[in-house]
């Protein structure tokens, strides 16, 4: 823990010696607001894969340390891992996968099996179960178990006995489902084998099973050079659309059950928000209601809010679960570049997805693949460490060092200060997240990628105590240092203006704030103002439809009460026209107005904090949406899956 720390105060002294500099103060005003709280956020963590691989076999000061960096209290101080059941080649297949991507598979095939035996295998046989598989990603589980309260196992690809292609890496068309349909049973079966192995020999319990990784994806193919072997494609994975991920949820979660396993399937860890819809859309209900965890990615960040109302039309949670990137010119170990531009995924991800944890891809990168050179002419910032993936028996943290670069200075801004059980809640900014713990306000992140320093006042007018020793204290991470503790300040008129350097991430750690101002939450009467439209709804007869903006006109203003859930994102309310009485509710797919109470009558409400909000239905999960994404007077409303576009977005204002 010592060398630890030694290691972090050096990297935190030399990110840059350059002088701040002068410019003009830009005001920022932040207001986090408890009525609208995000579930118990269950943490922060990594995948495994391919870097647990890599170096599980390193000496003990080489991998300790980067243990310490990942899960260690002064490092990353990570509480989630998602282990990678790897598929695995067939044994005359020569190697050809990038460092650390040839993640052993959990099957012990009989002496001279060849690519062109696919037969041999069977479900729940021990003879063909490799109990001692996967040695140097297994290390790591046991080095990191105490620290790990949430593990849950995935697959890129299934074994290649299991495949079309014969091969993990791909098909051979990219486009072509992967995953042959005759051995979905003993794939699922070989998953839930090798994870109840591991719950038996490493004393952990997984809470989720993934059987996907971003699936209905073009990525995944296998090229054959002259000799017949592969020669493109470097890691495992493997395409299967919605029909066939629909058919692999409910033998997972048959297979889960026979095993005796208590985790629940997750799916369907898709690589954008967008996809991940579109494979929604292609499960049957029954499917659906087998899916205990929703997973995505977030490579693409378009339609996050509609991962985020589908998951709440579901009632299931939703992760985050895997995203890295690259950000800035090229690889470098001091730039901000890299630093501001995860503080931004992390802060738009938690705004707009609303997940319950979110979920680095691998953390460590091969520092050789990411230097300069034939993957990039200025190398790249893949990775919060990255140390060489080919260290040997001899080698020492003096020979083959593991180097952190701002992502990691960043992210402890939100791992060590938002901890698991925290809510987060709503703040009116795209640069801030807001967490309180039990009742209480702890921690604001805000995000400051200008050139100018900010002077940021948070309003704390949505809390309903703020008691008169009330504080909050910076913590900095910039060019100069990281996690830089400054003074404190204390709460005047329910406010505290504090500064923020040019480009950094700071942590406001706050005291003696609580509970909730309940005039400040979702309730009363409103006008319900389409984004798209700028019209307002209204009855028509049974049917709810948009009209122009009367403000004198009585049945444009509707009750919003909560019903249910407290001041859970969740909750749940119901909409009844202030003149007619009437509720909106669904009924046959389709939007209707009466009387009658109960699920098809409920609405949950999704916001970003911008001022506006989404309504899902809480019996179908289907949003209030202008049909046809139509502006006429007149327009019906109905119900839709959710798209992120501005015609299921409205305004909610108090009548004036």
Request: with cysteine; charged share 20%.
């Amino acid at each position: 823990m010592t060398r630890l720390l030694a290691l972090l105060a050096v990297s935190a002294l030399t990110l840059s010696t350059a002088a701040p500099a002068a410019s003009a103060v830009e005001q920022v005003s932040v207001r986090p607001d408890p009525t609208y709280q995000q579930e118990p956020f269950q943490g922060w963590g990594t995948s495994l894969v391919w870097f647990a691989n890599a170096t599980g076999g390193y000496p003990d000061e080489i991998r300790d340390r980067l243990a310490e960096l990942l899960f260690g209290e002064d490092g990353l101080n990570l509480n989630i891992a998602r282990y990678n059941v790897g598929g695995g080649n067939a044994p005359d297949v020569p190697e050809y996968l990038r460092a650390g991507a040839a993640v052993p598979g959990w099957w012990k095939a009989p002496e001279g099996t060849t690519r062109e035996d696919t037969d041999w295998w069977k479900p729940g046989d021990s003879r063909f179960l490799d109990t001692a598989a996967d040695p140097r990603q297994r290390w790591w589980v046991d080095r990191i178990k105490r620290d790990v309260t949430r593990w849950e196992s995935f697959s890129n690809s299934p074994p290649w006995f299991q495949t079309v292609s014969g091969y993990v890496s791909g098909g051979f068309d990219p486009n072509a489902d992967q995953l042959r349909e005759d051995r979905i049973g003993d794939f699922a079966a070989y998953l839930a084998q090798a994870t109840a192995e591991l719950e038996r020999a490493h004393g952990i319990r997984f809470a989720t099973v993934d059987p996907f990784n971003e699936p209905n994806t073009p990525y995944w193919r296998t090229t054959l050079g002259p000799d017949g072997n592969p020669t493109g494609g470097r890691q495992e994975g493997a395409h299967m659309g919605p029909a066939l991920q629909a058919k692999v949820v409910p033998a997972m979660a048959e297979a889960l059950r026979a095993t005796g396993l208590g985790a629940a399937v997750s799916a369907p860890d898709e690589t954008n928000p967008g996809l991940f819809a579109d494979d929604w859309a292609g499960y049957p209900a029954s499917v659906r209601a087998q899916v205990g965890q929703l997973n995505v990615h977030t490579y693409g960040t378009a339609r996050r809010t509609s991962a985020r109302d589908i998951a709440k039309g579901a009632g299931t949670p939703l992760w985050m679960s895997e995203v890295d990137g690259h950000w800035g010119s090229g690889q470098s170990f001091t730039s901000m570049d890299p630093g501001l531009g995860m503080a931004e995924r992390v802060i738009d991800d938690l705004r707009e997805l609303e997940p319950r944890a979110w979920l680095l891809w691998q953390a460590v990168e091969d520092y050789d693949n990411m230097k300069p050179g034939a993957e990039s002419p200025n190398g790249m910032n893949w990775g919060v460490v990255q140390i060489p993936f080919d260290c040997g028996p001899r080698d020492t943290l003096a020979t083959c060092p593991a180097r952190v670069n701002t992502k990691f200075h960043t992210l402890r801004n939100f791992t060590h200060f938002v901890k698991p059980g925290d809510r987060l809640v709503k703040v009116n900014t795209t640069t801030d997240v807001a967490a309180v713990r039990d009742t209480e306000l702890k921690t604001v992140v805000h995000l400051n990628k200008t050139d100018q320093a900010q002077s940021v006042t948070l309003d704390l007018s949505a809390f309903a105590t703020v008691r008169q020793n009330a504080s909050v204290r910076p913590v900095v991470t910039d060019q100069h240092g990281a996690l830089v503790k400054g003074a404190s300040v204390r709460v005047q008129d329910r406010k505290a203006t504090l500064s923020a350097p040019a480009r950094s991430v700071t942590t406001f750690e706050v005291s003696g704030v609580s509970g909730v101002n309940r005039a400040a939450a979702l309730g009363g009467e409103y006008r319900l103002t389409g984004v798209q439209s700028g019209k307002s709804l209204a009855p028509s007869g049974t049917s709810l439809v948009q009209r122009t903006t009367d403000l004198a006109a009585a049945d444009q203003v509707w009750r919003v009460e909560r019903r249910s859930g407290g001041y859970d994102h969740r909750a749940q309310f119901s909409i009844t026209n202030s003149a007619t009485g009437q509720r909106v509710a669904a009924a046959g797919g389709d939007v209707v107005l009466g009387v009658a109470d109960g699920p098809a009558a409920r609405w949950v409400l999704s916001s970003t904090g911008d001022g506006t909000w989404t309504f899902v239905n809480a019996a179908t999960g289907g949003l209030l949406d202008v049909i046809a994404e139509s502006r006429e007077d007149g327009a019906r409303i109905g119900l839709y899956q959710a798209t992120s576009g501005a015609n299921q977005r409205w305004f909610v204002v108090a009548r004036g």
